[in-house]
């Protein structure tokens, strides 16, 4: 930070204000490219010689590159990025009148990557045929006080993901594709509600009961009545109150705590929405969930077919079309579990024909016979469900506030949603009898004495409003989150919540980090310490000059891993970068019946840019057939991200989007021990990290996915 902290009191003492009040922007960054698309663009030239400067953009500066007099960058809004132009001697910088610096300078030495900025100007075509933006006038909208990551979306830094979302919002556009894609799925389905007549509402978060749903509740203290209350568990009962007040359509998005365990699909503060429909029951709202969730998937995504991850990660295609299929809980367990639930009618037989049958279900001793139930479905049946499917005909005591079946009286009017394994709707036809409801209420309390924490409590103020008379209801909710998750492809509901509750972290500093690695590996990077390195761009002109368009790809994307390991360790990423950017620089030059590597021909090359002898030989050091030994931390990286880094470009091209940012480590791993795909590739060779650095293989990958994702479009993959 102390480098840009000196920059922000630079831009100061130029007489400019690093925190402006606001922008006045005409367009978005995708607005505007579509505008040049529709109306074209002026000849270059008359664009450069006079601006109409008819557009103002402002957004974050995420990429620059200099080329003399001539610079570009990368501006990112909320649509997106465009390119922005610079030209030494024409672009102006609002508000800076000093002579200390001139208005190029000042955007290629004080602006950084992060800081936002104002641009006017004009759009044109380069040579290579990108609209861009030829800036006439910049304005300086906010110092970036730290830098942005090089590294972010990824297995083995999820939880910094969590912590800091904010990072990953700059840094992946699918993260703001998917955020956006709730917002999209939310406003659907209250359009969709408020099309069917139905009434948004409201109901309170602090309850003196938590009722409405088999969970434990979170307890907390009210001061002023100075009173033990719960939160939520659901808004069911208070939204049935509504019904009885004569409310016959209402729905809530509602805030729900539940104090349980934690899993891919569940979180104990999440959002729910339900519904309740007066003279309708649960056949009804089968058809609606299914006519909601197909239009749904229509308007938001364009298709009925969705690439869902299974329980390995790896995607498949849900096909969402034709009619949904209904089974039984009772059917689907024989199915599963060899057991027929209506055989067993009492806590003790069912419990004993779980453990005879030597299926473990969590808890089965202090369980109530409904919740065992659930627990028994769970473990036997739901983790095979993929496809959309109704689970219906619950039993009436896993279902308390379910109306009774009038065929069969031990089960209920219910039915669930289940997809991809998570269960997703849960709806039933409400129980509208108050006797009825009260001595359900009775039996569950019974239950909490034995120890179900899980069992719902005794609401008598609720009983009271059902005593003044319900119509025929049906209710129903879902789990927001959770379907979000699922038709955005994400295997952890965490991902679609913005700010997910975590644990309190004590970081550690990139220089604790590095020492704990240092004190691991035995290295010693003195050496290194005080070498300079060459701008960046002097070192790319080798690359086109050297190697060939092919061979790009790679380099770059083992510079980036490079950056990646030296941010990691504390070490110096220029440097670093440098090594991987060039370490095949004579590759392409090489004899075609010959490929191993010439240290005479990349001596010479090298020593066009001056590059330090300790580094040259770093490079060199990277194939293990030149006889240099890894004998720092530097050359073991290097030659332990060479071919792991072309073999997960390899991996992520035959994916089905042909991207890296669908690439998991589990995908890498998994190819790794199949000796077929990249068969001339040495198995030993992708596993230097585990040899060298002591890192396995898979958490070596998720670093290196970490620092590649982000930057995916610089390669191409």
């Known amino acids: 930070?102390?480098?840009?902290?000196?920059?922000?009191?630079?831009?100061?003492?130029?007489?400019?204000?690093?925190?402006?009040?606001?922008?006045?922007?005409?367009?978005?960054?995708?607005?505007?490219l579509a505008l040049a698309e529709k109306e074209g663009v002026r000849d270059t030239d008359n664009v450069l010689e006079n601006p109409k400067n008819e557009l103002k953009l402002c957004g974050r500066m995420m990429t620059f590159r200099t080329h003399g007099k001539l610079s570009f960058a990368q501006m990112q809004d909320v649509s997106g990025r465009i390119q922005l132009c610079f030209i030494k001697g024409k672009t102006k910088v609002e508000g800076l009148a000093s002579d200390e610096i001139s208005p190029y300078k000042f955007i290629e030495k004080l602006v950084d990557l992060g800081d936002h900025i104002g641009v006017t100007g004009e759009l044109f075509k380069t040579n290579h045929g990108e609209i861009t933006l030829f800036v006439d006038e910049l304005k300086f909208l906010g110092k970036a006080l730290r830098d942005l990551p090089e590294k972010w979306?990824?297995?083995?830094?999820?939880?910094?993901?969590?912590?800091?979302?904010?990072?990953?919002?700059?840094?992946?556009?699918?993260?703001q594709k998917r955020f956006k894609n709730r917002s999209e799925m939310v406003r659907f389905l209250?359009?969709?509600?408020?099309?069917?007549?139905?009434?948004?509402?409201?109901?309170?978060?602090?309850?003196?009961?938590?009722?409405?749903?088999a969970a434990k509740?979170?307890?907390?203290?009210?001061?002023?009545?100075?009173?033990?209350?719960?939160?939520?568990?659901?808004?069911?009962?208070?939204?049935?109150?509504?019904?009885?007040?004569?409310?016959?359509?209402?729905?809530?998005?509602?805030?729900?705590?539940?104090?349980?365990?934690?899993?891919?699909?569940?979180?104990?503060d999440f959002t729910m929405l339900e519904f309740y429909q007066a003279?309708?029951?649960?056949?009804?709202?089968?058809?609606?969930?299914?006519?909601?969730?197909?239009?749904?998937?229509?308007?938001?995504?364009?298709?009925?077919t969705l690439q869902i991850p299974d329980r390995e990660g790896n995607l498949q295609d849900v096909d969402f079309s034709g009619k949904w299929p209904r089974k039984s809980l009772r059917e689907i367990i024989l199915e599963d579990g060899n057991i027929d639930i209506e055989k067993f009618p009492t806590a003790d037989a069912l419990r004993a024909e779980i453990k005879s049958k030597g299926?473990?279900?969590?808890?089965?001793?202090?369980?109530?016979?409904?919740?065992?139930?659930?627990?028994l479905y769970k473990k036997t049946s739901r983790q095979k469900l993929v496809k959309p499917v109704f689970i219906i005909s619950h039993p009436l005591d896993l279902s308390p506030l379910a109306r009774t079946n009038e065929k069969n009286p031990v089960i209920v009017d219910r039915f669930q949603l289940v997809i991809n394994t998570w269960e997703?709707?849960?709806?039933?036809?409400?129980?509208?009898?108050?006797?009825?409801?009260?001595?359900?209420?009775?039996?569950?309390?019974?239950?909490?004495?034995?120890?179900?924490?899980?069992?719902?409590?005794?609401?008598?103020?609720?009983?009271?409003?059902?005593?003044?008379?319900?119509?025929?209801?049906?209710g129903w909710g879902m789990g927001v989150d959770r379907i979000v998750a699922l038709f955005t492809g994400q295997t952890n509901i965490k991902d679609c919540v913005l700010f997910p509750l975590m644990k309190p972290a004590q970081e550690k500093s990139e220089a604790e980090n590095a020492e704990a690695f240092s004190l691991k590996s035995g290295d010693n990077l003195e050496k290194y310490e005080n070498i300079s390195v060459p701008p960046r761009e002097e070192s790319w002109k080798l690359v086109p000059k050297y190697a060939k368009e092919s061979s790009f790809q790679h380099l770059q994307m083992v510079e980036i891993a490079m950056r990646t390991l030296a941010k990691k360790f504390g070490q110096n990423k220029d440097v670093w970068g440098t090594v991987g950017l060039l370490h095949d620089i004579d590759w392409d030059i090489l004899p075609a019946d010959n490929k191993r590597h010439d240290p005479?021909?990349?001596?010479?090359?090298?020593?066009?840019?001056?590059?330090?002898?300790?580094?040259?030989?770093?490079?060199?050091?990277?194939?293990?057939?030149?006889?240099?030994?890894a004998d720092d931390l530097l050359k073991k990286s290097i030659r332990s991200v060479d071919e792991l880094v072309g073999f997960i470009a390899a991996v992520s091209k035959v994916r089905p989007d042909k991207k890296i940012a669908s690439v998991k480590v589990k995908s890498v791993t998994k190819k790794i021990k199949d000796k077929s795909f990249a068969a001339n590739v040495s198995r030993e060779h992708l596993k230097y990290c585990e040899a060298l650095l002591n890192i396995p293989i898979a958490e070596f990958v998720g670093i290196l996915l970490e620092g590649l994702k982000p930057r995916a479009e610089e390669f191409g993959l």
């Open 217 to 268: 509740p979170f307890i907390t203290h009210h001061n002023a009545f100075n009173l033990d209350v719960f939160m939520r568990i659901a808004p069911e009962t208070y939204l049935k109150r509504c019904v009885v007040g004569g409310m016959e359509r209402v729905f809530e998005f509602a805030r729900c705590f539940r104090n349980e365990g934690i899993d891919p699909s569940h979180l104990q």
């Open 359 to 375: 299926i473990e279900v969590e808890n089965l001793d202090s369980l109530a016979r409904g919740n065992m139930i659930d627990g």
């Open 424 to 474: 997703v709707v849960n709806a039933y036809s409400e129980l509208v009898d108050p006797i009825d409801q009260k001595n359900r209420f009775l039996e569950q309390e019974k239950a909490r004495f034995l120890g179900d924490e899980e069992a719902v409590m005794m609401d008598e103020d609720y009983v009271k409003a059902m005593e003044y008379g319900m119509p025929p209801i049906a």
């Open 600 to 629: 005479e021909k990349i001596i010479k090359i090298l020593k066009e840019i001056d590059l330090d002898d300790l580094l040259i030989e770093a490079v060199i050091s990277h194939d293990p057939t030149q006889g240099f030994e």
């Open 190 to 213: 209250r359009n969709y509600l408020e099309s069917k007549d139905f009434m948004e509402v409201e109901t309170q978060v602090l309850t003196n009961k938590a009722s409405g749903a």
């Open 153 to 175: 979306h990824g297995v083995t830094d999820q939880e910094t993901i969590y912590r800091q979302r904010y990072l990953d919002l700059i840094m992946n556009p699918e993260t």
């Open 279 to 304: 003279y309708a029951n649960y056949e009804d709202l089968m058809d609606m969930t299914e006519d909601m969730l197909k239009k749904m998937l229509k308007e938001v995504f364009g298709t009925l």
């Open 1 to 32: 930070m102390s480098e840009r902290l000196e920059k922000l009191e630079k831009i100061k003492n130029l007489g400019i204000n690093p925190y402006p009040e606001k922008f006045e922007r005409t367009h978005k960054n995708t607005e505007a």
